[in-house]
Nanobody, 123 residues
């Protein structure tokens, strides 16, 4: 059974940093595109970042570009999201997602999802 488990969320002041982790199990995730999405209360789930399994190409939402960094662990079954210079508008539940395809920025392209981890940024 495929499982994605996020961790690392919490409460941080504006300007601070957090690192989210997503541990994948059940498949060989080294060949999967991994992504991070987030959903704030009353808003739709939105794309944050993705990393492809071919060459490790990364893409970011404009709102996080230059502040967030997505990366994979050496074993390729873990993906990280380093979040720096956090802003109150980054407050949301952050979800890890995986797909055998290219993924892109659309949530519907991802087949597997974690349960989410809360990130709260205070002003």
């Amino acid at each position: 059974q495929v499982q994605l488990v996020e961790s690392g969320g919490g409460l941080v002041q504006a300007g601070g940093s957090l690192r989210l982790s997503c541990a994948a199990s059940g498949r060989t995730f080294s060949t999967y595109t991994m992504g991070w999405f987030r959903q704030a209360p009353g808003k739709e789930r939105e794309f944050v970042a993705r990393i492809s399994w071919i060459g490790g190409t990364t893409n970011y939402a404009d709102s996080v570009k230059g502040r967030f960094t997505i990366s994979r662990g050496d074993a390729k079954n873990t993906v990280y999201l380093q979040m720096n210079s956090l802003k109150p508008e980054d407050t949301a539940v952050y979800y890890c997602a995986a797909t055998r395809g290219a993924g892109g920025s659309s949530a519907q392209n991802y087949n597997y999802w974690g349960q989410g981890t809360q990130v709260t940024v205070s002003s």
